[in-house]
Structures are given as C-alpha cells and as structure tokens.
C-alpha cells in the first residue's frame, strides 16, 4: 500500500494499517507538498530580501533587510532569520479607497504544471497549499488595522474576501493531481480567537463552507493548519468541510477533550504538543502523549497523522526528543 493510500484511509477512517508519519526530519513521510499557486511578481526587482533603496526610503529607521511581495506589501526582517513582518500593507491608507478596481496578481500557469508532474511522480500524498483566507488579506491592511476593519469597514472587507474567494477558485481549477489543498489560517492567540468566534462565523465561515466544496468537488481533501486557541469553532470547521486539523498545540484545548468532542470526524496532523510537553525534554512526559495520541486521535480507524515540527531549533528542541515520540509513532502506531 502507498503512502498516498494510507493517507486517504488515515483521513476516511477506511481500515489503513498504520496511523499516517510526517516526519520529513528523519526521511519518513506519507506526504508531498508545493505551493499552491505562483504569482506573477509586478516588480520582480523587489522580491527578493535586501537593502533596496526605493523601500529604505519609505523605512529610512529600519536597520534591517526589505522586500515586497506580489500584493504589493513590504516586509522587513531583522538578523536574516526569520520570514519578516509586514511594514506597510498593499492596500493601506488611499489605497483602500480604490478597492473595487483592486485586483490580485496573475498567476503563473506554468507553475501548475510543474506541480502536476511532482504530483504525478510521487507515491506520497501530495498537498499544496497557501494562505487561508483571514492570512490571505489582513496583510493588505497589516493586522492592527484589519481587526478594525472587520467591524467598522465590514462591507469592504468581504469585498476583499470574495476577490480572494474567486482567486483560489481559479487557482483550484489549474491544479491537476494533487490530493489535499492545505490552508495556513492562524486565527487565535494562546487564550482566545483573535477574532470574536460570532464574526468569524458570519464572515468567514461562508468563504470555507464553499472552498471546502469545491475542493471536495475535485475529489481533494481540505486541510487547515492554525495556530492558537481555535477550539470555538472546530465544529463550525467540520461542518465547513475541513478534514484534517494541522496543530501544533493539541493539548492547548487538550487532547483527550479534542478526542471527545471530535474523535472520528476528523482527523488530526500533530506533533507532540510543542509548548507544554515536547519543550521540556521529559522523556516519559513525550512517550506518554505520543501513546495518549495513539489512544485517543488515532483509536478511530484512522484520524492521525503524527509529524514533525519543522524547525526543532526555534523552540529548543533537541532532535533526540523528538526521536522519542516519533519512536513510539512508528513502533506503536499500527492497527
């Protein structure tokens, strides 16, 4: 059996015979994955981190490197590390008047081939994937602003929301044999939502509800990572149509209570809780929430996919004691 099967049983509780790996740190994956899509970059002299003089002049503090993306926002970045913040969004300030002529960048479509032949070559579960759609446009605005717009400039923001809607559409039409579409979507902070879970519902809920479809339509699963305190509306993202959840966190809502209220009706993508159990080094504390994920997301005929965190060196985490979770994945995690 491929890991691409395995994957599709994993997610369809459909009898596979392991629970899903994603550990690409050590070389063994069932899992594949690409961008989404390619932008056409309206000023390709820009795109690249450095010390351009047309964005150090709008920054003339800023010590360290600038780039603009394909939307038009400029981020900064300190010490060359990390994937910056953003400085000045694409549609701030006049910008945002001009809204209705705004239009996202054209895409490259011979990106989607590319994709298409890694896909086609591949016997792993091959995923793309991008921004969802409250990553996807705060951004334009940069975040501080965006959380005010979604209350006191509502119309324009789903204005926004529906010309992204309608650019992952077509971007889904241009993809040709990918298993699932991943959406990175952070929506909460380590105690609650950023945005009130009532708003969220109102206006983005209708957005996943018909991404989700569409992507069902074309016979691929919907993923969605997210980081923080999302708890309050995992049923509304069920109902939406999300098939995996992707966190890095489980025990943030706990996992023996994201097993009760939803066990069996999705399937989770995690590591061992980075924040409460994988940073402290305990090896019996790690071995006891792999087995806890064997025993609760996985006891369902499927429902998990144990994986890696990808950067073990932000958050201080020795290869050794991931290798001790990863061992009881794979040595315990057969059915």
Not at 168 to 182: C, K, M, N, T
Not at 283 to 311: N, W
Request: proline share 4%; hydrophobic share 40%; net charge negative.
């Amino acid at each position: 059996m491929t890991s691409r099967e395995i994957i599709k049983r994993v997610i369809e509780f459909d009898a596979p015979p392991r629970i899903g790996l994603d550990f690409p740190l050590i070389q063994k994956t069932d899992m594949q994955g690409a961008g989404a899509y390619s932008p056409k970059h309206p000023r390709p002299e820009l795109a690249s981190w450095g010390r351009h003089r047309e964005l150090t002049e709008l920054f003339p503090d800023f010590e360290g490197d600038l780039m603009m993306n394909a939307n038009g926002d400029i981020y900064g970045r300190l010490n060359g590390k990390t994937k910056g913040e953003c400085l000045k969004g694409g549609l701030e300030n006049e910008k945002w008047d001009s809204l209705p002529e705004f239009s996202l960048p054209p895409l490259d479509l011979s990106y989607f081939d590319r994709v298409e032949q890694a896909a086609r070559q591949s016997d792993k579960f091959f995923i793309v994937s991008c921004n969802g759609f409250f990553a996807g446009t705060y951004n334009f605005r940069r975040l501080e602003n965006y959380l005010m717009d979604i209350v006191l400039e509502k119309d324009k923001v789903l204005l926004l929301l529906d010309k992204l809607f309608d650019y992952y559409l077509e971007i889904l039409s241009h993809l040709r044999g990918a298993d699932g579409f991943v959406f990175a979507d952070d929506l909460g902070t380590q105690t609650s939502m950023l945005i009130n879970p009532r708003l969220w519902r109102e206006v983005f809920k209708p957005l996943y509800t018909g991404f989700a479809a569409a992507c069902h339509e074309k016979g691929m699963k919907f993923l969605l990572h997210s980081c923080g305190w999302v708890y309050d509306i995992i049923e509304d993202l069920i109902e939406a149509g999300v098939d995996v959840f992707q966190f890095d966190q489980p025990q943030l809502a706990g996992t023996e209570r994201l097993n009760s209220q939803f066990g069996g009706r999705c399937t989770f993508w995690s590591p061992v809780d980075i924040q409460k159990i994988l940073v402290t080094g305990d090896r019996d504390k790690i071995e006891a929430e792999a087995r806890l994920m064997l025993k609760t997301f996985g006891a369902h005929g499927g429902g998990l996919i144990a994986k890696d965190y990808p950067t073990l060196e932000d958050i201080n985490v020795k290869n050794e004691w991931a290798d001790w979770a990863r061992r009881i994945f794979i040595e315990e995690g057969v059915y």
